[in-house]
């Protein structure tokens, strides 16, 4: 690894804004869509595992095996929501489309006993801002609290892009926060169904809910959320069918905002990953996808841009055939739109599976100063296509055979099956091994087996994305919506909230403290947005009559706060200090005491 540049430096919050909104020199930074055109045959070749533009399957070899695959596959934690597909296989080639024709065939595959080595050194290591967390947080002295960390993502503009659209009555910035603590609590502590949390007269009886927000409260903005101008919607989708048409808009404001924050808060450490990542989701719209070979076979897909840690540093939403006319393909485009050198500088080292790898790619990122490495499919155009000494089935574990073509690296590796990596960053063959189980004389032995540096490394510096989807799927605040807005809303909390705890770890590290843990930091963040302690404990309350709104004065002591009564219908400014029961308490009517008789008979 090159060392960092001493001239990094943190960056103002303005200064980062302006490196992270300038244009890059790929051009467009995301997708737009063609009108309504999700289901594209760009989407069909990507459940394939194919991208027309980087793909000839007319070369296919007869036998239809697997390309490459390997035991020793890159970690996918329990539980994520990343690709179906091991890391270092690749899917069968689709067949029947036809391509550009692949180069010419290259001389015959080197072996690990012929020396090579990279014909230019590695571009130095220049980031546009020193690597971790920036301003203001990078100069604390001590550890930010977890609900200062999470409004750098959902800041006061953010929230009042959420707070402002509401018509129909008065949202608070800190009835919101308290909105989004309650949905965290629902994430950590799970119950059937969501009125559950605000049963009474069970033993799965929960407190805490009813002391924050009402339940007809929390279902009223939970039915009518949104984050976008309702009179724009309309506009919006007047236009359905041509090309001003954004299937994006319901999600534009906080969209935009939430992505600059992510890139503004923190510079990524030298090791990227771009890989996709599915929002679950049966919504009847056009991004929805169904990917048969996925953990989360229904959902909305996004591209993203990842740290080794799994910050997640940026992202796309993929709206379907793209407006990006490269002519180079959506494997090609879908790696671009995510690298931008005005914000992240050079020197950065990007991994990514068989879908985006193509020599195309990684020649581009070179003469942007970046280094590539990932996986290929042998249907890809440029790969080189001889077979003098090349593998064979018969081959044993470790052997190792390679092509040169400038700064790309063409290798092949035994394992228990074939492994192809492509690189711009590694030697051949540097005098790596790894630990395998093989049979000698009887009995199966640990021995070690020569394994190539960009295996190794692809492995440990892949999974950024897949971490990233582990911690978001461990206290995710995701509940089943009938709008589609709402559940991708849901996930940016979670992205937000992931980074928060990432950024926390770090800074602990910084400050040589003890970083809490995922629950630990949850818990608090949850308590620190509805405004109580973490650390109190269970009230002791007795069904005792009191006022609903204290304190009033004047001819507003019995009309202050009336709701209507749980028997009788009736309005009342008296509730139950324990229930939060609405009930009568008068000369001739007492509903709290003929509710919890009935209630303690009932029990009897």
């Not at 021995?447 to 582990?470: C, E, H, T, W």
Request: aromatic share 10%.
């Amino acid at each position: 690894m090159q060392r960092q540049s001493r001239h990094t430096k943190y960056f103002t919050l303005r200064e980062a804004l302006d490196l992270i909104t300038a244009p890059s020199e790929y051009g467009a930074s995301g997708h737009l869509s063609d009108p309504d055109s999700a289901d594209s045959e760009d989407e069909a070749d990507f459940v394939e595992g194919t991208d027309p533009c980087q793909d000839n399957v007319d070369n296919v070899e007869e036998e239809g095996t697997e390309v490459s695959c390997s035991t020793e596959a890159a970690p996918t934690p329990e539980g994520s929501r990343g690709r179906g597909r091991s890391r270092l296989t690749c899917p069968p080639a689709k067949r029947g489309k036809r391509s550009r024709s692949l180069s010419g065939d290259a001389a015959a595959w080197m072996s690990e006993k012929d020396p090579d080595s990279l014909p230019h050194p590695l571009p130095n290591f220049c980031p546009k801002r020193k690597p971790g967390v920036q301003l203001p947080f990078s100069e604390c002295v001590d550890r930010p609290s977890p609900s200062e960390l999470f409004k750098i993502y959902f800041d006061h503009a953010a929230i009042k892009t959420l707070c402002k659209k509401f018509t129909w009555t008065d949202l608070t910035e800190a009835e919101l926060y308290h909105y989004i603590g309650i949905t965290l609590y629902m994430g950590v502590l799970k119950l059937p169904k969501m009125r559950d949390f605000w049963r009474v007269n069970s033993i799965f009886h929960v407190q805490y809910p009813s002391e924050v927000m009402t339940r007809d409260r929390f279902l009223t903005i939970t039915w009518n959320i949104h984050m976008s101008d309702p009179a724009e919607d309309t506009l919006n989708d007047r236009k359905k069918g041509t090309t001003d048409y954004d299937c994006l808009h319901r999600l534009r404001p906080l969209y935009d905002s939430l992505r600059v924050a992510c890139k503004a808060a923190y510079q990524p450490q030298q090791n990227l990953s771009v890989d996709e990542r599915m929002v679950s989701t049966k919504a009847r719209v056009a991004l929805n996808q169904y990917i048969k070979s996925k953990p989360t076979k229904w959902g909305i897909k996004l591209f993203v841009l990842s740290d080794n840690p799994g910050y997640t540093v940026d992202f796309n939403i993929y709206t379907g055939r793209s407006t990006l006319v490269t002519g180079k393909g959506l494997s090609f485009d879908a790696v671009m739109a995510l690298i931008n050198k005005n914000y992240l500088g050079t020197g950065y080292h990007i991994y990514c599976d068989n879908f985006y790898t193509s020599p195309a790619l990684f020649h581009h990122l070179h003469d942007l100063g970046f280094g590539a490495c990932g996986i290929f499919q042998d249907t890809r155009v440029g790969v080189p296509k001889t077979k003098l000494n090349a593998l064979t089935k018969k081959s044993p574990r470790g052997t190792i055979r390679w092509i040169r073509e400038g700064p790309l690296i063409f290798i092949k590796w035994t394992d228990t099956r074939e492994v192809s990596v492509c690189s711009t960053l590694h030697s051949a063959f540097s005098g790596d091994t790894v630990k395998r189980m093989c049979k000698a004389e009887g009995q199966h032995r640990a021995i070690d087996v020569p394994v190539p540096s960009a295996v190794k490394d692809y492995n440990r510096f892949m999974g950024g994305v897949d971490l990233s989807d582990q911690l978001i799927g461990s206290y995710s605040s995701w509940r089943r919506s009938r709008k589609w807005y709402v559940t991708v809303l849901h996930h940016f909390i979670d992205i937000a909230i992931t980074n928060s705890y990432l950024v926390s770890k770090e800074l602990c590290g910084r400050l040589e403290q003890q970083p809490m843990t995922h629950q630990d930091f949850q818990e608090q963040l949850i308590a620190e947005l509805c405004g109580v302690s973490s650390q109190s404990g269970t009230k002791s309350y007795q069904h005792i009559p009191v006022a609903i709104v204290e304190g009033a004065s004047g001819q507003n002591k019995a009309t202050k706060g009336c709701r209507k009564g749980r028997l009788c219908g009736k309005c009342t400014p008296f509730k139950c200090e324990a229930c939060k029961l609405a009930l009568c308490v008068i000369v001739d009517r007492n509903c709290h005491r003929a509710y919890y008789t009935s209630t303690t008979a009932a029990e009897g």
